[in-house]
């Protein structure tokens, strides 16, 4: 039997939400072990006049422990 834990990390990216999806999980897996998956929670933008200058995203990152 496995056990999971589950980290929410919020990760941003002037490019686009998957930019910042992928940018997200690069930095989980660098810290966290045995990363399994990921949820993307929630996903703003920041505008400026009428442009988008940065898409953000909330992730909830589930990774197994080690026995």
Do not use: H, P
């Not at 056990?3 to 002037?14: G, P």
């Not at 929630?42 to 505008?47: A, E, M, R, S």
Request: charged share 30%; glycine share 4%; with cysteine.
């Amino acid at each position: 039997m496995s056990v999971a834990r589950v980290t929410e990390i919020i990760s941003s990216s002037s490019k686009s939400f998957d930019d910042a999806i992928n940018k997200g999980i690069k930095r989980a897996t660098k810290t966290l072990d045995n990363v399994k998956g990921a949820w993307v929670q929630d996903q703003k933008c920041v505008i400026k006049g009428s442009k988008v200058t940065e898409y953000r995203v909330t992730l909830k990152v589930t990774f197994v422990l080690k026995d």
